[in-house]
């Protein structure tokens, strides 16, 4: 009986060794959603669900220290902008962790609030509008905003 046992437990191992370290490693590491979490430069990848038409982009540059941010954005209009505002995040009891924005210049609030989930240590993390579950935004995180995309925001401004 004690063999039994023994053999019971050593193919337990055996199986679970061979299963569970997969699930293990494709365990992705979570960040908690914090202003210190944000900081730094993010590109949207995607917008509801599918790529950016070339020649559009929005990239955002979180300051985790004034809960400041800066967006350089060609994606809703013909020409690139430089917006710069702060942001605020909540944590909401139903919803999670929630980002509101204000844009500098009396320019007013973002149009939504946005519901922040899957914010990765890898890098990347999902925006969903609190009152347009279908207006969805992946962002991923990048080292800088591209020098070419900072040259047109200038000629474009001036």
């Known amino acids: 009986m ?16 061979s299963s569970c370290s997969d699930d293990e490693e494709s365990t992705v590491a979570r960040l908690e959603v914090t202003a210190a979490n944000l900081n730094g430069v993010w590109q949207l990848a995607e917008w509801n669900g599918q790529p950016l038409a070339e020649d559009t982009y929005c990239y955002i540059k979180f300051n985790r220290k004034d809960q400041t ?7 809703d209009s013909m020409y690139a902008r430089y917006i710069t505002g702060s942001f605020s995040i909540r944590k909401d009891p139903y919803l999670g962790a929630v980002i509101a924005g204000v844009y500098d210049y009396g320019n007013g609030d973002w149009n939504n609030e946005y519901i922040v ?5 890898s890098g990347s993390m999902v925006w969903t509008a ?4 279908s207006d969805i935004n992946k962002y991923v995180r990048c080292d800088r905003i591209p020098d070419e995309i900072i040259e047109e925001v200038k000629a474009d401004q001036e």
């Open 130 to 133: 609190t009152e347009d579950k």
């Open 69 to 75: 941010f800066e967006m350089y954005q060609k994606f």
């Open 2 to 17: 004690k063999n039994i046992f023994k053999l019971m437990v050593l193919f337990a191992l055996l199986f679970c060794g």
């Open 117 to 121: 989930t899957d914010l990765l240590e």
